[in-house]
């Protein structure tokens, strides 16, 4: 079987690479990514070389190179994450949403619809989407499979719409897609221009921590390799046409997991208890700011059998010693335009 995943050197997508090049060698693993400032191969770099693997730099923007890619490798099954992921640059920047999280995954429906055209057995466009499609919750009640759409910012317009596109192409061509919706993830590997590796970044440099608003914020925070594992199954045994909310059921308000972010680096940073909390600065809202997701992960646990397996604190130790243990790949990422990027976002708030 050949395999396309699309985003696979991005922080969730090198962790699906790295779980399908390592669980299954017979099948082939192709990764296309555009390497844009999230994409980043020293993420893959223990896996560079299995021969089960082939990396293709490419951008699913360029429609006659996804074509050309189609046609050249002959995929049976696309696993689709490559996508502009972040809220922050969606309100600065919102046609690059469009650009890549829209037409980018038009190109690579067209390109699957064309190549399979004649027989879609056997075949899969897997769709990785996110909560932030549903909306906001208040103080109560979880996202499920049938809540509405109900995108507030840019980035979860250009994930609803492109879901919305999967799901046409499935109702108008019979393209066999599934499309998962799923919370926060953290982990080894995530960019620092999300909360956790942000922080962790900020408390190493001791730097101020820029909390939204009050903080008062809540979101269901999963670990990147659970993620990884639910992907698989889902690809194996998920049903044709059907979409699954994957979740923590781990919700935390902002201002609580800095805290607790900030007691744990304490400890393994040899601080003073308390020292890094000092560094929380409260700073102007996110515009649109989603009050509160939580996910119910109720369908993909009866129907395939997945939980999550690692919880928080074991995984915000992970995250946190990989980081510490990784200061070159923080340092490489966090050089040139990224300090662009920091002041851009912070320092007029
Ligand atoms: P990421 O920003 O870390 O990685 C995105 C990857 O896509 C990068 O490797 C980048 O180079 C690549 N890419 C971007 N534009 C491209 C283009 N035009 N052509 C080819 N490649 C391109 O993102 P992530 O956090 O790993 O998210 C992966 C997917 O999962 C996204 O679709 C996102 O919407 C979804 N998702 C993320 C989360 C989360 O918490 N991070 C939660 C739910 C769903
Ligand atoms: O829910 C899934 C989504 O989770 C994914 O689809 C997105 O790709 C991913 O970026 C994430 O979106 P969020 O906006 O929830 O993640 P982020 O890490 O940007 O922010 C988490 C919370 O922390 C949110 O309430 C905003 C707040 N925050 C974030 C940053 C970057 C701050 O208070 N300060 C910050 O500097």
Known sequence: ?????????????????????????????????????????????DIEGASNYKFLKADINDVL???????????????????????DRSISDPLAFVRTNVIGTMNLLNAAKGLWKDNFKEKLFYHI?????????????????????????PY?????????????????????????????NYGPNQFPEKLIPLFINNIIDKKPLPVYGNGDYTRDWL?????????????????????????????????????????????????????SAELINFIQDRLGHDKRYAIDASKIGKQLG?????????GLETTIDWYLDNEEWLKNVTSGKYKDYYLNQYSSK
Not at 156 to 183: M, Q, W
Request: proline share 2%; glycine share 8%.
């Open 65 to 87: 190179e996804i074509d050309a890619l189609f046609e050249k490798y002959q995929f049976d099954k696309v696993i689709h994450l490559a996508a502009e992921s972040h809220v």
């Open 223 to 275: 670990y990147v390799i659970d993620h990884a594992i639910a992907i698989d199954k889902v690809f194996h045994q998920g049903r044709n046409k059907e979409t699954y909310n994957i979740g923590g059921i781990n919700e935390w308000k902002n201002i609580d997991l800095v805290k607790l972010l900030c007691k744990i680096m304490d400890a393994k940073l040899n601080r003073a208890e308390g020292s």
């Open 129 to 153: 989407s996110t909560d932030e499609v549903y909306g906001t919750l208040g103080e109560t009640g979880l996202f499920t499979e049938s809540t509405s759409y109900a995108p507030n910012s």
């Open 156 to 184: 979860s317009a250009s994930k609803a719409s492109s879901d919305h596109f999967v799901r046409a192409y499935g109702e108008t061509y019979d393209l066999p897609y599934i499309i998962s919706n799923c919370s926060n």
């Open 306 to 314: 997945w939980k999550p397996t690692v919880t928080f604190q074991e």
């Open 1 to 45: 079987m050949k395999v396309l995943i699309t985003g696979g050197a991005g922080f969730i997508g090198s962790h699906v690479v790295r779980l399908f090049v390592n669980k299954y060698p017979e099948y082939e693993i192709f990764n296309l990514d555009a390497l844009t400032y999230a994409g980043n191969l020293e993420n893959l770099r």
